[in-house]
């Protein structure tokens, strides 16, 4: 910037690069003050063993103990079931679109993706309602919340894959049908090979997406406050629904008083808050270390 | 050396008659028929996806049927929300959902294009990639986190804004309503902290791609660093911005849980139109209703409430990705 530049332009400069420069700060302030708040009154339930190795059976809002284990276990079955379901399916309609999409099908399926993108959780947790409850009569149990979550997880599959797989040279496919070796083992064992640690990259982008999801959890499960390690009957547990379930216990009846040993009246300390925001530090950090790992297993896919 | 003259030397020199060579006859009619499978399966998912996509709307819309056909108000133009009596309207439902999603949009878009600019343009290049996934990870964070904090902490706080606005009382969309938190208006600003990553990824994208010789351009003819984003960034990726804001107005129509802990009830009794009020958006009261899914009418009532809410995310996603195409075409 020389020094024949005008008063107002270059006030136009600098206000520009403040205000950018602020935008940028501000937007950064949000997460920052996030995991701080989680951190600092979530990590002193985290540390405690109990924490990791209990549930919550029977311990009330003014009990301490108990623990989070049921809210893992839970969470890790729904989201593997789902997992189960949506990363073969995923990878499938992405190889199909990369590899053998031409046409009309292949825009209509393109078109779905892009559809199944959009769809809020709560309109998918509905229509597993619809499906498994209304229509079929069943109960609500862990996996129907799975099955809702593949409708949300699916996308991010197919996209990641489908992005994956367009980064592999056409080059590699082209040795290998002039090698003589027929197109379905070339994507199996040439072109997914090649793609994979991308392709793991999408899969647990995925997982963070769902594992944290709560809305199906509302219509489609009940919580309950012990292991259940049965998806398919009864209520179960999972880290957002935990969160939710002490959500409710905050306000219970304001400050409760209670009598110590010699008969005087003594608060009595509220645990919903310790917990909720307990469980709100383990999902922030099993999501958190899911992305970063699927960052380094996507970075070592680009060099 | 020798053994790779040798395998290279048929390469250099071309047969002149390729045809015969026989790559297919090496794949045998088992292998041919491995391929077809191969390509069945394949093309069989791509069709279960089109299939749970019709399913989606469809089970949403016959099971929503019967509630319709029973309902004594108009659907879409009654304020009245009284499952147990048979009166569904909607309206409420999308005034709330549509203002909340407004204030986030009208915070977090400058936002968003602000912060954009910095990656591309601001940030040394060598901080641009980590910073960039830094406000991706705001976009990891589960929304009932969003919920609890924006309601806890972020709420109380925001107060004195509240209170700001609402000097200005005789506008409708500040009325005070005497809440506390629990407004529209904390709603709207934790939804915009959720869609902030979003649109700035999108807004990221196309500034990058904002050609090289169109910034060299305007910086020759000696434009200031905000006069090349003027000139040349803004105009490029003014299709990114919009159609990266329709995608953050999608996520914002649809959220659920974070407005489901955030969001007031509203009492019964005269409609407010305040920010400064509670409601319910459409996807926050099917949530908040679930125990009332108890027969087909009333679940069907939630379900319909459902399907505009799918209508609606569905026409804001496709008009955006209508927009990116062009843009891209462009």
């Known amino acids: 910037m020389n020094a024949t530049l005008g008063a107002r332009r270059r006030a136009a400069d600098r206000t520009a690069t403040v205000l950018i420069t602020g935008c940028f700060l501000l937007g950064l302030v949000p997460l920052v003050w996030l995991l701080y708040t989680v951190a600092s009154k979530g990590w002193h339930m985290v540390v405690t063993s109990e924490w990791w190795l209990q549930s919550q059976r029977g311990v009330g809002f003014r009990d301490p103990g108990g623990g989070a284990l049921h809210a893992i276990v839970g969470t890790a079955e729904q989201v593997a079931l789902c997992a189960a379901i949506s990363v073969p399916v995923g990878l499938l309609v992405g190889v199909y679109l990369v590899e053998y999409g031409r046409g009309t099908f292949a825009r209509v399926t393109s078109f779905a993706v892009d559809v199944l993108t959009g769809i809020p959780s709560i309109v998918a947790a509905l229509f597993v309602y619809a499906v498994a409850i209304t229509t079929l009569g069943g109960q609500r149990a862990g996996w129907l919340v799975s099955l809702a979550l593949v409708v949300l997880m699916l996308p991010v599959i197919v996209r990641s894959t489908e992005e994956m797989l367009r980064l592999v040279p056409d080059e590699l496919r082209e040795a290998s049908y002039a090698l003589g070796v027929p197109k379905w083992k070339t994507v199996v064992k040439v072109v997914v090979p090649t793609a994979f640690s991308g392709l793991v990259t999408g899969v647990l982008l995925g997982v963070a997406r769902v594992a944290g999801e709560t809305a199906p959890l509302l219509i489609l499960v009940g919580y309950a406050s012990g292991m259940n390690t049965d998806l398919f009957a009864g209520f179960q547990a999972s880290l957002p629904g935990m969160i939710n379930d002490q959500f409710v216990n905050l306000g219970s009846g304001g400050q409760a008083y209670g009598l110590d040993a010699n008969g005087n009246r003594v608060p009595i300390h509220n645990f919903a808050p310790d917990r909720l925001w307990g469980a709100a530090l383990t999902l922030i950090v099993i999501v958190l270390v899911l992305n970063l790992v699927a960052r380094l297993a996507g970075r070592r896919a680009r060099t | 050396m020798a053994a790779r003259v040798r395998v290279a030397a048929p390469e250099a020199a071309p047969a002149p008659d390729p045809a015969p060579v026989p790559p297919l006859r090496l794949t045998g009619s088992g292998t041919a028929r491995a391929d077809r499978l191969f390509a069945a399966v394949t093309r069989g998912a791509g069709g279960f996806v089109v299939v749970l996509v019709l399913l989606v709307a469809g089970f949403l819309a016959v099971k929503a049927a019967p509630a319709l056909r029973v309902d004594r108000v108009n659907f879409l133009t009654s304020r009245t929300w009284d499952v147990a009596g048979h009166r569904f309207g909607i309206v409420d439902m999308l005034w709330a959902t549509v203002t909340v999603s407004a204030v986030a949009m009208v915070i977090a878009l400058p936002l968003a294009v602000g912060v954009a600019l910095f990656i591309t343009q601001y940030a040394p290049r060598r901080l641009a990639r980590p910073v960039a996934h830094v406000v991706d990870l705001l976009a990891a964070i589960p929304s009932i986190v969003y919920g609890i904090w924006g309601i806890l902490v972020l709420a109380p706080l925001l107060r004195p804004v509240q209170d700001a606005l609402g000097s200005a009382h005789w506008i409708p969309l500040f009325g005070n309503e005497g809440y506390s938190t629990g407004t529209i208006f904390d709603g709207g600003v934790v939804l915009a902290v959720m869609i902030l990553p979003i649109i700035t990824a999108v807004a990221r994208d196309v500034f990058e791609r904002t ?39 999608g996520r914002a129509l649809g959220e659920t849980v974070a407005l489901y802990l955030i969001l007031s009830k509203p009492p019964a009794g005269p409609f407010s139109p305040s920010l400064f009020a509670g409601g319910e958006t459409f996807a926050s009261k099917i949530a908040s209703n679930a125990a009332e899914f108890s027969t087909p009418t009333q679940t069907g009532a939630y379900l319909a409430a459902g399907l505009v809410l799918f209508a609606l995310t569905f026409v804001v996603n496709a008009v955006a990705r209508w927009i990116a195409r062009r843009g891209d075409a462009a």
């Open chain 2, 211 to 249: 050609p090289v010789a169109h910034l060299e351009a305007a910086r020759a003819l000696g434009a200031t660093r905000w006069e090349t984003i003027r000139l040349t960034v803004l105009p490029h990726g003014r299709s990114g911005i919009v159609s990266g804001a329709m995608l953050g107005l």
